[in-house]
């Protein structure tokens, strides 16, 4: 009962936690499969655009890109999450309420500055499978076969 009570405590804890992560840290930002992610992607985004690529091509004309403006999605420019109503962009973070498989890869966000100056970064995004999701899993089939 005690290991119930614990593995019960451990989920509602790991349950709660979003991962943060920022571009240009210089390691990868691991993601759970299911799970939030926060992109930070600038602090201030007044006099900022900014446009995030996900690299699959290595072709700046082909590969998905989402162009912010003004510290907000522009919908109609966003073919990287164009279908997915629970990804936005708030006050310079990138917010994935929900994280899919084909989150993972390498990204680029570039700011374009008003004075016409430009600056990119990069960021490597790993999903994987939540600890919650393994744990229950495999509790499950410890019920199921009465151990």
Same mark, same amino acid.
């Not at 936690?17 to 571009?23: A, M, N, T």
């Given at each position: 009962m005690m290991f119930i009570s614990g593995l019960m405590l451990l989920l509602? #804890?790991?349950?709660?936690?979003?991962?943060?992560?920022?571009?240009?840290q210089s390691d990868p930002c691991y993601a759970?499969?299911?799970?939030?992610?926060?992109?930070?992607?600038?602090?201030n985004t007044s006099g900022y655009?900014?446009?995030?690529?996900k690299r699959i091509?290595?072709?700046? #004309? #082909?590969?998905?890109? *989402?162009?912010?403006?003004?510290?907000?999605m522009k919908k109609n420019e966003c073919d990287l999450?164009?279908?997915?109503?629970?990804v936005t962009v708030i006050n310079g973070t990138l917010i994935i309420n929900s994280v899919i498989r084909?989150?993972?890869?390498?990204?680029?966000?570039?700011?374009?500055?008003?004075d016409g100056t430009d600056t990119s970064a990069a960021l490597e995004v790993i999903v994987?499978?939540?600890?919650?999701?393994?744990?229950?899993? *495999?509790?499950q089939l410890m019920v199921l076969f009465g151990l």
């Open positions: 509602q #804890t790991v349950a709660c936690l979003d991962q943060f992560c920022r571009f240009n759970a499969l299911g799970h939030k992610l926060n992109v930070l992607m600038l602090l655009d900014m446009k995030i690529q091509n290595y072709n700046k #004309t #082909t590969d998905p890109v *989402c162009r912010v403006k003004n510290g907000r999450y164009n279908k997915r109503p629970k084909a989150d993972s890869g390498n990204y680029t966000v570039s700011l374009y500055r008003s994987e499978v939540s600890v919650v999701f393994v744990l229950v899993w *495999c509790f």
